[in-house]
């Protein structure tokens, strides 16, 4: 199961771009990367996924090098309300078993 | 669509006594997995289901913890006794298939004193 690194904590102020990048050097072939967002008192929710290039939707972008070592989250334009912690994880597509570091938790200044 | 509920949201009791948690999954999906997040640890997997069947356990602390899924619309997650050191928030989560995100509930915080 691929481990993942990512930054404790990040600051940043509204209307800013905030990129967050995280670490999975043993990602095997099939393996797929997702982002999750979590709120003080309610469950993790799912952001977005990819497997290689960038993917992008409604809320955030997901860029993916071609070594797949690595994966970079974007939030465009942040608001307080995008305060949380975010979780990269690894999934593997036969398995379903994640491990869960301890994310990045983002802090949004007015 | 309803998203996945547990219950009770908040569950305070005294050590030893039995606690059981709650979850509806999405209707649908055929994988359930418990969590357990504290600050110290993290988010923890303890058990997953497929189609019903427990997969996973590995992640269940002691005998003390047991789960069971009785139907694709219902599980529970019983400690006894409980102890102090259960104190944590717990989730549900449900997802369809394999390489599909997981829908989480939003938890269940329990206390032990």
């Known amino acids: 199961l691929a481990k993942t690194t990512q930054p404790i904590s990040m600051d940043s102020y509204e209307g800013q771009e905030v990129n967050i990048t995280c670490s999975h050097n043993?990602?095997?072939?099939?393996?797929?990367i997702t982002w999750y967002q979590q709120f003080p008192s309610q469950g993790p929710r799912f952001i977005i996924q990819?497997?290689?290039?960038?993917v992008t939707n409604e809320v955030a972008s997901l860029f993916i090098p071609a070594d797949r070592k690595s994966s970079t989250l974007s939030l465009p334009r942040v608001s307080l309300s995008d305060t949380a912690v975010y979780y990269c994880?690894?999934?593997?597509?036969?398995?379903?078993?994640?491990?869960w570091g301890l994310g990045t938790s983002l802090a949004v200044n007015p | 669509d309803a998203g996945v509920i547990q219950s009770p949201r908040h569950e305070v009791t005294e050590m030893g006594q039995e606690v059981t948690l709650r979850c509806k999954p999405i209707s649908g999906h055929d994988y359930l997995f418990w969590y357990r997040q504290t600050m110290m640890r993290g988010l923890e997997l303890l058990i997953y289901?497929?189609?019903?069947?427990?997969?996973?356990d590995s992640g269940m602390p002691e005998d003390r913890f047991s789960a069971k899924m009785p139907n694709a619309s219902f599980s529970t997650l019983k400690i006894q006794p409980s102890e102090p050191r259960d104190s944590a928030v717990y989730f549900c989560a449900s997802s369809f298939g394999t390489g599909r995100p997981q829908h989480f509930g939003d938890g269940t915080r329990l206390s032990i004193l």
């Open positions: 289901f497929n189609n019903n069947v427990p997969i996973d």
């Open positions: 994880l690894v999934l593997p597509p036969e398995g379903r078993k994640l491990i």
């Open positions: 043993n990602i095997a072939t099939n393996d797929y």
């Open positions: 990819g497997y290689k290039t960038k």
